[in-house]
């Protein structure tokens, strides 16, 4: 289970549509306590979303992170990004269900969350719902572990590890 209370080490990145929600949850992470890493954008100008998922997933993929936070117009864009990098499970979340879900079915390391959709304080909700969520194994675990032979499947093909 994350819990607030165990510090983490947090990638966040957005890009020009999530910015506003990225300073928020930066702000609140960084007021519980956790280690964050901002790995842009810092302005509404305009930047392409998968730059920013590159990064952060990258982070995640690494270990340099435990968990990613991303933030664009919808959160779609950036999740189809982030699910490119090996090891990810990137899950869209703009609701206080999807978040919980997120964690304890799916055990998602990456969140991405609509600036278009959700205000920065429902933002914030979400990830509190997130952290306070625990990944509950059983079947969800089965099913995670299809996802991750998947994975290692097509970066066969491609002649790469995953």
Do not use: C
Not at 96 to 113: C, G, K, Q, S
Not at 139 to 161: C, F, L, P
């Amino acid at each position: 289970m994350v819990e607030e209370a165990h510090k983490l080490r947090i990638a966040v990145g957005a890009d020009h549509a999530g910015f506003h929600v990225k300073e928020a949850i930066k702000t609140y992470l960084e007021s519980a306590g956790h280690a964050v890493t901002d790995s842009g954008t810092w302005s509404e100008e305009l930047v392409d979303y998968p730059d920013y998922a590159k990064k952060v997933a990258e982070a995640v993929s690494r270990g340099e992170a435990e968990l990613g936070i991303l933030a664009d117009g919808t959160g779609i864009g950036m999740a189809i990004a982030a699910n490119k990098v090996a090891g990810i499970r990137a899950a869209t979340v703009n609701d206080l269900i999807a978040a919980r879900a997120a964690r304890e079915h799916h055990d998602a390391n990456v969140l991405t969350i609509g600036g278009r959709i959700v205000d920065p304080a429902q933002a914030v909700e979400i990830v509190r719902a997130y952290f306070a969520a625990a990944f509950k194994g059983g079947r969800h675990q089965r099913r995670n572990e299809k996802i991750a032979e998947m994975d290692s499947a097509r970066a066969q093909k491609r002649g790469t590890a995953a």
